[in-house]
């Protein structure tokens, strides 16, 4: 390569090649973060949706026996899978409060549904159709920036 009198590149020289850039050294843009809690909130708002619509129809199959072991699994998977839209999204985009919209966005859905399908068919016994909607609105992003916060705060513990 010719040198200049200024000691820089002839300009007819060939640019020096730019390292390869993986994914990860990108910065993430402001669609990214929101692309995860939208995709994180409609897969667990559709696996709540398919939880709960299950929980429904085997309490009306078993009949009231079963009604309190039924509901505490459905608790416990609606938490695990808040969870994991939580983690998920605070490990993709670095930032635990994105979780907040991803969870939001699945239990709306889940409310959303879960709502119709109380008002087609409405459960045995005393309901309160505005108290179930509320909880599970609630529960979505409570439940996903928890998990997000805890997810983050080990994370930079261990240093991974």
Not at 10 to 24: E, F, G, Q, V
Not at 47 to 58: G, K, M, N, S, Y
Not at 86 to 108: D, H, K, M, N
Request: net charge positive; glycine share 10%; proline share 11%.
């Amino acid at each position: 390569m010719a040198l200049t009198p200024g000691g820089g590149r002839a300009p007819s020289a060939p640019p020096a090649p730019r390292p390869a850039r993986d994914a990860r050294d990108r910065p993430p843009t402001a669609a990214k973060p929101a692309l995860s809690a939208l995709r994180w909130g409609l897969l667990v708002g559709g696996l709540l949706i398919i939880a709960d619509l299950t929980t429904r129809l085997v309490l009306q199959r078993a009949g009231s026996d079963a009604t309190d072991p039924v509901a505490a699994v459905d608790e416990v998977l609606n938490g695990l899978l808040l969870v994991t839209a939580g983690i998920s999204v605070q490990r993709e985009t670095g930032r635990a409060l994105w979780a907040v919209p991803a969870g939001l966005l699945a239990g709306f859905l889940d409310a959303v549904v879960v709502a119709a399908a109380n008002y087609l068919n409405p459960p045995p016994g005393p309901y309160d159709p505005v108290s179930e909607l509320v909880v599970n609105i609630v529960q979505g992003p409570v439940v996903a920036l928890a998990a997000a916060l805890i997810s983050s705060f080990v994370r930079r513990r261990t240093g991974t």
